[in-house]
């Protein structure tokens, strides 16, 4: 984490003995163990959602993997299955009027 900053040896030291400087030997411990903490507390929530959202993904994919339609059971683009089957008809509504317009002869 250190070379993200691009910092040295010299540079760390100088940084330690400016925070020893400001808050003191008593109060470095203290910082230190409040610094774990939170640190600790981030790694937890981090790692709770985390859980959460692999709990969600495994409730939210199917249970049962699709599988292929056999032979019989697909559908048919031939022209002749096309001709034989029968059509919708809408069927009219109760004023008489039928949804569709009635083709021409």
């Known amino acids: 984490m250190l ?7 010299g540079e760390i030291i100088l940084i330690l003995a400016i ?5 003191g030997a008593k109060k ?3 910082l230190a163990k409040g610094l774990g ?11 709770n959602a ?9 409730e939210s ?3 049962v993997a699709p599988t292929r339609a056999s032979p019989a059971t697909t ?4 022209c002749e299955d096309a001709i034989t089957a029968p059509a919708l008809i809408p069927e009219a509504s109760p004023g008489g009027h039928s ?7």
């Open 19 to 23: 925070v020893l400087i400001l808050f």
């Open 61 to 63: 994919s199917p249970s």
């Open 28 to 30: 470095l411990p203290e």
């Open 37 to 47: 903490q939170g640190i600790k507390e981030f790694k937890k929530a981090a790692h």
């Open 99 to 105: 949804p569709l317009p009635k083709p021409a002869l």
């Open 3 to 9: 070379a993200l900053f691009n910092l040295g040896g």
């Open 75 to 78: 559908v048919s683009t031939r």
């Open 50 to 58: 985390s859980d959460g959202m692999r709990d969600a993904m495994e």
